[in-house]
């Protein structure tokens, strides 16, 4: 089988940022198949020309053809709009030139792309598969990214138009299946493969003395946020929850990543004298297992908007892999997850004091952080590796790519789904 991936913020294992998709075309790859990713030149987090490269073999099996874009993630609402509707003809074009394709898959965000995928599958006459990451346009209207009300009837039409045109549509949270279905999907075309993480890739034992050594992090406790510094992540109360950790020297509030947004806040970091807090520069995904490994707890945050309570991060299932108790920001589905796991702590979304309470409660339970870490670990184990979701994915592009089209992956199938 041959797949198509049209994925214009694909990340490879030495780029910063999720890795979802290229472990679960490796995967693929070992068992016979083969995929071929259309992608951008530039990172989504840094936005850096990731590679001169146009034709790149990552592993046997899974090769990346870059697609030209104009305009840049990291600039204004306008450039990155560019560099979306670029990348929808440019990865036309060039998926045009992969021959004997089976199946196309396309993942939003960012949304338009999806278009392409569409009609590339169409013009090729094979099914397409909608992979849905976020709720796209929704959360864009919600945080405020998106006010014109043009763009977001075109935006919603769009959803709605490759929602019903798609041959399978694939959800990673179980919060986006009653959006996905009340904007116009057929719930019978609807799947869950969940977000997850490698947890080959994570030792929870490894005590990171080496990276701590190497970004002078001595006897602190490091509390750390890895991931894109953008305006869902809220990490100005992530900042307010530092001021008020000033009178505890022994914690530091470790930023790790990059992102349109991390300018100002080491500005306003600098401005308030917190000297608590470091930032350091997007971790390749390689380079993560020894980051988490130094840190004493995981922190994930997003903004206290209803549909982020959808949502399943991916940077929570890795601190959990990397056997660190998680301080979660936020509230719905994945809350559930680390509750029902006792894998961390809930904080209410958007309120500093109880983040500052929270770390400084952790940091002085050291024996009851080590616990709640072992038992994140034990849950990505049983329910969120990448290796099932991989299964998962390869049994419903071969459904799909069957001339029967006959269906036996679910919304039920999976740990997660069990009570």
């Excluded at 947890?199 to 005590?207: L, N």
């Excluded at 922190?299 to 998680?326: E, R, S």
Aim: a positive charge.
């Amino acid at each position: 089988m041959h797949v198509l991936l049209v994925h214009q913020v694909f990340v490879r294992p030495d780029d910063p940022g999720g890795t979802r998709h290229f472990e679960l075309a490796a995967r693929l790859a070992q068992h016979g198949h083969r995929v071929t990713i259309l992608a951008s030149t530039q990172s989504y987090q840094t936005g850096q020309k990731l590679t001169a490269v146009r034709r790149e073999t990552l592993t046997s099996g899974v090769e990346v053809r870059r697609c030209w874009v104009a305009g840049s993630f990291t600039h204004s609402f306008v450039s990155r709009t560019v560099g979306f509707l670029s990348f929808i003809v440019s990865s036309f074009v060039e998926g045009l030139r992969v021959r004997e394709v089976d199946v196309v898959w396309g993942t939003s965000p960012p949304l338009l792309q999806v278009a392409s995928a569409w009609a590339l599958a169409r013009t090729k006459r094979v099914p397409l598969v909608f992979e849905v990451r976020d709720l796209w346009p929704a959360f864009a209207i919600q945080v405020g990214v998106l006010r014109n009300p043009l763009l977001i009837a075109l935006s919603r039409w769009l959803e709605r138009f490759l929602y019903r045109h798609a041959d399978r549509i694939i959800i990673n949270s179980p919060g986006f299946t009653d959006h996905v279905v009340n904007t116009g999907a057929d719930r019978s075309r609807l799947s869950l493969i969940p977000n997850g993480v490698d947890t080959r890739m994570f030792d929870p034992r490894a005590d990171g003395a080496a990276w701590r050594a190497q970004h002078g992090l001595q006897r602190e406790w490091v509390a750390m946020y890895a991931g894109a510094h953008g305006l869902s992540n809220d990490l100005d109360v992530l900042l307010d929850a530092a001021q008020r950790l000033q009178a505890r020297p022994e914690i530091v509030i470790l930023f790790v990543g990059d992102g349109k947004e991390k300018p100002r806040l080491e500005a306003d970091a600098a401005s308030r004298g917190l000297g608590n807090v470091r930032f350091l520069p997007a971790q390749a995904k390689s380079q993560m297992p020894a980051a988490l490994a130094a840190a004493d707890c995981g922190i994930a945050i997003l903004k206290p908007l209803p549909l982020y309570a959808t949502t399943l991060p991916n940077k929570v299932f890795d601190y959990m892999a990397a056997g660190k108790p998680v301080v979660l920001a936020i509230d719905g589905v994945i809350r559930q997850v680390v509750e029902q796991a006792d894998a961390g702590l809930f904080v209410p979304p958007g309120d500093a004091a109880r983040l500052a309470e929270t770390i400084g409660w952790l940091a002085e339970h050291a024996r009851e952080a080590r616990e709640m870490g072992g038992r994140g670990r034990a849950c990505v184990e049983a329910g969120y590796d990448r290796e099932l979701a991989a299964q998962l994915l390869e049994r419903l592009l071969r459904e799909v790519v069957a001339p029967s089209g006959r269906r036996t992956t679910t919304l039920a199938d999976g740990p997660w789904a069990k009570p």
